[in-house]
């Protein structure tokens, strides 16, 4: 069955730091994955996914995140972060039907100035 | 840009209630999918459609039902609403067209309590 997991519950950074969130999942067949970010009382916004390609995905925001098939993980990476990232971060993998996604925890992001 | 929106931000029921959920996509997308979210628990899918009339069961759909009489509409309902059914509710959309690989395109969600 296709799983994700979020280690972290929370990541903290200041600002101006790379920020890491960390994704690994497991899959049976091709892995299509997913970063969301969730902002306070409000719905998911999509950030990147990787499908196939290049193991290194660009996405919104200054964001990217990297696929290690090997390791099978998927994190999420930033080179400098902002206060303004602060958020709920959500990765997902596409389910074997490929039809809905299946979320992880989730970590919430805290970024300090 | 897509849409996608959820006829409530916030409402209040009591036990035994009947509660209706309503979310509307303008991007004409075959697949629509509730959730609800949890701390903690991330988000578990409820209940999607890949077409009018069509429904396919998630993860958690005990307590619920759901409804497509339109492409653009989705609707949640809770027959008979409880205490632990409180959550955060999230609607979203994706197109079926070109494979598995669209992303899903969420509403604002519906925080429900119910007393």
């Known amino acids: 069955a296709q799983s994700v997991a979020q280690p972290e519950d929370q990541v903290n950074v200041a600002e101006g730091n790379p920020l890491t969130v960390k994704c690994t999942y497991s899959?049976?067949?091709?892995?299509?994955l997913f970063w969301y970010v969730q902002y306070p009382n409000r719905g998911l916004q999509f950030l990147l996914k990787?499908?196939?390609?290049?193991?290194l995905v660009k996405g919104s925001y200054g964001f990217e995140a990297e696929f290690n098939k090997s390791q099978t993980s998927f994190h999420l990476k930033k080179p400098s972060a902002l206060v303004s990232d602060s958020a709920l971060y959500f990765c997902?993998?596409?389910?074997?039907?490929?039809?809905?996604?299946?979320f992880g925890k989730g970590t919430t992001l805290s970024v300090s100035s | 840009d897509v849409k996608v929106t959820q006829s409530s931000r916030y409402l209040v029921k009591r036990t035994g209630e009947k509660v209706f959920l309503e979310c509307v996509q303008d991007?004409?997308?075959?697949?629509m999918f509730w959730y609800r979210q949890d701390p903690g628990l991330g988000l578990r899918l409820i209940y999607f459609?890949?077409?009018?009339?069509?429904?396919e069961k998630g993860d958690i759909p005990e307590g619920y039902s759901v409804s497509r009489e339109k492409k653009e509409r989705f609707s949640l309902i809770l027959e008979s609403a409880s205490t632990n059914q409180t959550s955060m509710y999230l609607c979203?959309?994706?197109?079926?067209?070109?494979?598995?690989?669209?992303?899903?395109?969420f509403g604002p969600g519906t925080r429900l309590t119910v007393l």
């Open positions: 979203a959309s994706s197109s079926l067209a070109g494979g598995p690989y669209h992303e899903q395109f």
């Open positions: 899959v049976s067949g091709n892995p299509y």
């Open positions: 990787y499908i196939t390609g290049d193991n």
């Open positions: 997902a993998v596409r389910d074997q039907a490929g039809t809905a996604l299946i």
């Open positions: 991007m004409d997308h075959e697949n």
């Open positions: 459609s890949y077409d009018v009339k069509m429904k």
